[in-house]
């Protein structure tokens, strides 16, 4: 017979609050046996499902992405469109993902020159930054506006 545990020593094992799991069980994202006493039983593969979860959340997954796409491995026989869905999903996650790196790399490097500039603040590095926000800005709307310089209370845009 294949060891269960409870739900104490799950949460202790993966630190995973007692109270989570519980919602876990609720949602349906990991439904555990129920022993005769009605406490949660967790088989070897559940802590599995829950190792998996922990990671797919540290993946920016959410609970709903999780229970909706991945669910496979329980199912006896997967339709392939099955796998061209959950591929397809995988694809768009990972070209988000990608877009935030670039946009975090861009945000990096927005504060090394203001934290440059505001070390050895002189008007050449006070324009580098000025160059670089603008540069951000254009990213972020496509084009540059009309902004005069005295918009801009003299720094060059």
């Known amino acids: 017979m294949e060891k269960q545990y409870s739900i104490t020593e799950v949460s202790r094992m993966l630190g995973i609050p007692k109270d989570t799991l519980r919602y876990y069980d609720r949602i349906g994202v990991v439904s555990p046996s129920r022993g005769h006493n009605s406490y949660r039983r967790y088989s070897r593969d559940d802590i599995v499902d829950l190792m998996n979860i922990q990671i797919m959340q540290y993946a920016d ?19 392939p469109a099955y796998f061209q ?45 000025a160059m670089f926000a603008r540069e951000i800005y254009r990213d972020l709307h496509k084009k540059e506006p009309e902004i005069t310089k005295e918009d801009c209370d003299g ?3």
């Open 85 to 129: 869905e959950v591929t397809e999903f995988l694809d768009a996650k990972k070209a988000e993902t990608r877009k935030k790196i670039t946009h975090l790399e861009k945000v990096s490097q927005l504060l090394d020159v203001a934290v440059k500039t505001l070390r050895d603040f002189n008007p050449e590095s006070d324009q580098r930054l």
């Open 61 to 79: 997954f959410s609970l709903e992405e999780i229970k909706g796409k991945f669910q496979f491995h329980r199912m006896q026989s997967v339709d």
């Open 155 to 157: 720094h060059q845009i």
